[in-house]
């Protein structure tokens, strides 16, 4: 019997477990970079458009890959036509093939953003991957009507992309087909004959509402997450009120020294930290604030702890106006930064 792949690389000949093991992962992966990027210090809202932009990017990706690398001339044409010839058979790449390239999409906006930014943006775009591979599965594996009309567009446009190849590059949306001229509409005939004999597969609708599942329970987890830590961030209970302008601007303007687009936090995470030792190569501040906690909304702190400071957490700040070396930290004591203070 002629093999079907005769040809194809091993890395896209994928058993049934690798063509769908994307579902189970990316939503996993999502949720530690969000995680992440909260962590490294970024805000509610800054994560949330950080996400957003992601998402985007991945759109305009998802097109260019799909029209310049799979109907190009580098190496993958082969691969693609295959698929074209052969659409519900389980050619693609594998899990291993779509994290490194996430990997390398994390490096280069981290290169560009820093480490909290890019964890976001990558977060958004890992999921617009998954949006992709679930429209894509579904239009070739008898599941688009679970998608409404939205799945009945876009299964006659990648239709026609079928049997043509020469447009409707976009499998999640047409916005940049429409965008570079490349869109091919359908007839409506066609849309309807479409819509009248698509079928549920059992496997696929099981592994979306399986991915919808995980998603929105990681997305449940997540809302946790961000509530207990924007309880650890900087926060006004009335600490402000007392405080030297100086000194409450130079707390205000902090920023973190290996992210310098997120704050240190407010005077609510901060502890006096006057004692400074290095052992074994690491740094360690030992705990020397007796003020009251209370007031600034913050937990108790041991006159006496010590705390391991990262390397990467150290700054030195000259204007320091508070006469103290100063932690900051949230309340499952992650360090944002440590300053130097003038005597220390």
Known sequence: MPDRHAGLPRAFDLTRVGYFLDFALI??????????????????AGEAAAFVAG??????????????????????????EMHHALPKDLIGVASWGTFAGFAVVWLLLAGLFGSAISSAMTAGFAL?????????????????????????MMLALHQGHHRGGRGNFGVSSPLWDIVFGTFRPQPAGFVVAIRSRIKWTAVVTL??????????????????????????????????????????????????????????CGEADAYWADEIHVRDGKTYATIT????????????????????????????????????????????????????????
């Open 207 to 264: 592994i979306i509402a399986a991915m919808v599942a995980t998603v929105l329970g990681g997305l449940a987890v997540l809302g946790w997450l961000l509530v207990l830590e924007d309880r650890a961030r900087a926060r006004d209970l009335g600490q402000w009120e007392a405080a030297d302008p100086a000194v409450r601007e130079w707390y205000q303007s902090l920023m973190q020294p290996d992210v310098p687009t997120a704050s240190c």
């Open 128 to 152: 617009g991957y998954l949006v992709y591979c679930t429209v894509h599965v579904a239009i070739h594996h008898r599941a688009a009507q679970g998608l409404g009309r939205y799945g009945a």
């Open 55 to 80: 998402s985007v990017a991945w759109s305009f990706a998802e097109y260019w890959i799909h029209r310049a690398v799979f109907h190009g001339r580098l190496g993958f044409e082969a691969m693609h």
């Open 289 to 344: 604030d007796d003020r009251p906690d209370e007031p600034r909304g913050r937990p108790h702190i041991e006159i006496g702890t010590e705390i391991e400071i990262p390397n990467n957490k150290l700054k030195w700040d000259r204007a320091n106006p508070t006469g103290h070396g100063v932690v900051f930290l949230s309340r499952n004591r992650y360090v944002f930064c440590f300053v130097q203070g003038s005597g220390t």
């Open 27 to 44: 939503p996993v992966a999502v949720a530690v970079l969000i995680v992440l990027g909260r962590k490294w210090g970024l805000g509610a």
